[in-house]
Nanobody, 119 residues
Framework: QVLLVESGGGLVQAGGSLRLSCAASGRTFNTMGWFRQAPGKEREFVAAISWSGGTTLYADSVKGRFTISRDNTKNTIYLQMYSLKPEDTAVYYC??????????????WGQGTQVTVSS
């Protein structure tokens, strides 16, 4: 059984930064990723990282502003977000699965953490 628990969300002004964390328990030797869902919109891919950390993938909308990383000694992945924009406002979900931008490739999901960016 895999359990993913996100933390670090909150309210921030535009231009600010936040770091999200996702602690994993159970089977952890997989790619992990972040998705987000804004009100009234479908869930969308944000970033993914391979188990070794050697491969990363980003959505074009966050490339250059967000950085995904992982610490396998802590079974935790991170999403460092800089230069936040109001359009980054969403519930952010941690996931585990296969390297892909498609959410169908991810088998396990956290409960989500809210990120709100005020203008």
């Amino acid at each position: 059984q895999v359990l993913l628990v996100e933390s670090g969300g909150g309210l921030v002004q535009a231009g600010g930064s936040l770091r999200l964390s996702c602690a994993a328990s159970g089977r952890t030797f997989n790619t992990m990723g972040w998705f987000r869902q804004a009100p009234g919109k479908e869930r969308e891919f944000v970033a993914a990282i391979s188990w070794s950390g050697g491969t990363t993938l980003y959505a074009d909308s966050v490339k250059g502003r967000f950085t995904i990383s992982r610490d396998n000694t802590k079974n935790t992945i991170y999403l460092q977000m800089y230069s936040l924009k109001p359009e980054d406002t969403a519930v952010y979900y941690c996931s585990m699965g296969a390297m892909s931008r498609n959410e169908a490739s991810y088998n396990y999901w956290g409960q989500g953490t809210q990120v709100t960016v005020s203008s």
